[in-house]
């Protein structure tokens, strides 16, 4: 983060902080009024595609990001953002301050689910919308759908088994197959679904990339047998032993691989092998 931005944040969380009162007469209110976008030399509107995908969609071509219908290098200034409640007008001009800024890719990271996993459909033409508004300023979209703390899975569950309401599904989307089959229904929700006009963001140009998940994976802190409930956990440790089996022949082969080091999640009898949080290896 450059020092300006450093310090216009500084100033207008100070004035939350402390509003300005006749007993303070050194401290004011920043309160900016809105940014008229008029015509500057700072702005870097300019810097950007018309539209974005004018260019064809950004694809990688060796060590480069380019333009897949003319080539052209291209090099991205991203942002997170912006906010899911911005429609209409107030979106329009957050896409054009953006670009004024100089940014031209925008990652889009919220759900279009609710706790539970369950699609929220109402969800699909903000995010529609939101691309239409950045395209319109030369922005490209990322879009980042899936972050585990978003969701605390029901006690009844039906495709989550062994949570209370109040853990987060960490590590599930990698090995449970119901989980995997909901996820991709959230994607084919938002890429395959027309907007008013009939077009879908699986054919937009303007879309870069697709985020599989956030902050979570095996290698990740998130990953600890002991915070998995015991019916996801039987997933795993049964998915591990079949591995095991058709890697070494048998899970008494697998085993003496580690030279009598154990997990306590191991029961070979019942096919199943345990793992240690593998985070601690680094």
Not at 181 to 188: A, F, T, V
């Amino acid at each position: 983060m450059s020092h300006p931005l450093r310090v216009q944040i500084l100033l207008c969380l100070l004035s939350l902080a402390l509003p300005a009162t006749a007993a303070d007469p050194e401290w004011f209110d920043f309160q900016p009024a809105p940014d008229p976008l008029q015509e500057s030399a700072l702005d870097l509107r300019r810097l950007n595609e018309r539209c974005a995908g004018e260019s064809g969609r950004i694809i990688a071509r060796g060590e480069e990001f380019v333009h897949a219908t003319t080539g052209q290098p291209v090099r991205l200034w991203a942002v997170n953002g912006p906010s899911t409640t911005l429609t209409g007008d107030s979106l329009r001009q957050c896409a054009r301050r953006l670009a004024k800024y100089g940014v031209n890719l925008s990652r889009l990271h919220g759900a279009p689910f609710d706790r539970n996993g369950k699609l929220d459909a109402a969800k699909v033409p903000r995010m529609q919308e939101t691309v239409a508004a950045l395209k319109a300023e030369g922005i490209h979209t990322l879009f980042s759908i899936y972050f585990p703390l978003w969701m605390t899975p029901s006690a009844d569950h039906p495709w989550l088994k062994g949570y209370d309401g109040k853990q987060h599904p960490f590590v599930a989307l990698m090995f449970n197959p119901e989980f995997q089959e909901q996820y991709r229904g959230w994607w084919k929700a938002l890429l395959l679904t027309p907007d008013a006009q009939g077009r879908r963001l699986v054919d937009e140009p303007a879309l870069f990339a697709l985020e599989i998940q956030n902050e979570d994976s095996f290698f990740f802190w998130t990953f600890n047998p002991d915070q998995i409930p015991e019916a996801q956990r039987q997933l795993l440790e049964s998915q591990f032993g079949v591995w095991l089996k058709q890697k070494y022949g048998s899970l008494e082969n697998a085993l003496s691989q580690w030279k009598g080091s154990t997990s306590k999640g191991d029961d070979p009898a019942s096919g199943r092998v345990g793992f240690r949080p593998l985070w601690n290896m680094a």
